[in-house]
């Protein structure tokens, strides 16, 4: 049995959850679960309030990412309600924190999708502060998201390396090949690479866990909160899988 934090997720596009699959983001649709009866994203939280007892969640704003202005008043609707959310509305620049601030999310996530350089993660560090910044180091097939080549290096280590020399203290492995496709998240000895040589960051996981045997290696490997969708709308992760 793995004691770890669990993050649901929310997948978040046009106002709807929808299931992610392989990061394939054209094709994804509005989530179908037997746990709730829509696929708002306030019928979605208070589903995994009741069936998990988790008011923690994760939402990637998908629009935001892709450009648009990030969903405000879903966050704010969410934490009305008593949710604590991670949001990703694809930071560009530190100046693209500040609604997210103002709005008082719990914490505010940079992924390497759409920070394009050192100097812009280095400015949102600042801006942001470490204790609210999470960066993601996105990846899809184990390579990094990005083609920048700012970062001085093409190695997922690397780049987290780079992030954690900037000021980041909690960093999120997660591979965007692997979401919902049920094959494991894959990074397992990254992150235990990550986690030796940096002991003291907070270090979450997501991207096709898949049930408790997957949560108790990213366990061993060092992983402090692993990111889960499809495994709870399936069934295949119970809450004493992780408690």
């Known amino acids: 049995m793995a004691l770890m934090r669990i993050l649901p997720v929310l997948d978040l596009m046009h106002g709807q959850v929808v299931r992610g699959v392989a990061g394939k983001r054209e094709h994804y ?6 746990l709730a009866a829509s ?13 998990f007892q988790l008011i923690e969640l994760y939402l990637a704003d998908l629009d935001a990412i892709a450009g648009s202005l990030p969903a405000i008043e879903v966050f704010l609707t969410l934490q009305s309600e008593g949710f604590k959310l991670l949001v990703d509305a694809g930071l560009r620049c530190a100046a693209d924190a500040a609604p997210l601030l103002t709005a008082g999310v719990s914490a505010i996530v940079a992924g390497l999708e759409t920070v394009l350089e050192p100097l812009a993660l280095e400015e949102i560090v600042k801006q942001v502060g470490s204790d609210l910044l999470v960066f993601s180091l996105d990846l899809k097939n184990g390579q990094p998201l990005t083609t920048s080549a700012a ?7 690397g780049i987290a390396s780079k992030a ?42 997501g991207g096709g866990v ?24 399936d069934g295949q992760l119970k809450r004493e899988d992780w408690i």
């Open 29 to 34: 649709q509005p989530i179908r679960s037997p």
């Open 39 to 51: 696929a708002t994203p306030l019928a979605v939280a208070r589903a995994f309030r009741e069936h």
């Open 151 to 157: 970062w001085g290096t093409t190695t997922p280590f």
């Open 164 to 205: 954690i020399g900037l000021g980041v203290r909690r960093l999120l492995i997660l591979d965007l090949a692997r979401v919902g496709v049920g094959t494991g998240t894959g990074t397992e000895s990254l992150c235990a690479q990550l986690k030796q040589m940096y002991p003291n960051i907070e270090l979450l996981a």
């Open 210 to 233: 898949r049930g408790g045997q997957d949560l108790e290696r990213l366990r061993q490997c060092g992983v402090d909160c692993a990111l889960v969708a499809s495994a709870l709308h």
